[in-house]
C-alpha cells in the first residue's frame, strides 16, 4: 500500500517562507525519484522540482530557481521543498510525486500525495 502524505502547507506573505514535507511508505523510497508538482486552479499541473534517489541530482523548473530547494532524507523516508521568497504566483496546492525512472514528465509518475495547499498573498 503506497502512500504519499504532505504537510507544511498553509498561508504566507509574499516573501516569506515555508517548508513541505512528504512522507512516504509502501514502496522503496530511495530507489524513486521524488519530485514536487502544483496546480493552481484552472491551471494544469506544473512540474515544480525533483531529486534523484542519491539526493545529489536536483532538477527545477524555471520559475522557482533560486528560490525553491528540494532535499530528501532516505532514513526517514522523507522528501522536503524548501520555499523561500515567496510569490503570490505560487499559490496552488502542491502534490509529492514518486517515479522509478523519472518524474519531470508526469506521465513518469508512479505514486502521488494528495496535496497540499499553499497560499501567498500580496
Known amino acids: 500500500q503506497v502512500q504519499l502524505v504532505e504537510s507544511g502547507g498553509g498561508l504566507v506573505q509574499a516573501g516569506g517562507s515555508l517548508r513541505l514535507s512528504c512522507a512516504a511508505s509502501?514502496?522503496?523510497?530511495?530507489?524513486?525519484?521524488m519530485g514536487w508538482y502544483r496546480q493552481a486552479p484552472g491551471k494544469q499541473r506544473e512540474f515544480v522540482a525533483s531529486?534523484?534517489?542519491?539526493?545529489?541530482?536536483?532538477y527545477y523548473a524555471d520559475s522557482v530557481k533560486g528560490r525553491f530547494t528540494i532535499s530528501r532524507d532516505n532514513a526517514k523516508n522523507t522528501v522536503y521543498l524548501q520555499m523561500d521568497s515567496l510569490k503570490p504566483g505560487d499559490t496552488a496546492v502542491y502534490y509529492c510525486?514518486?517515479?522509478?525512472?523519472?518524474?519531470?514528465?508526469?506521465?513518469?509518475?508512479?505514486?502521488w500525495g494528495q496535496g497540499t495547499q499553499v497560499t501567498v498573498s500580496s
Open positions: 510525486a514518486a517515479g522509478f525512472y523519472a518524474v519531470v514528465s508526469i506521465t513518469d509518475v508512479d505514486y
Open positions: 509502501g514502496f522503496t523510497f530511495s530507489k524513486h525519484i
Open positions: 531529486i534523484h534517489g542519491g539526493g545529489r541530482d536536483t
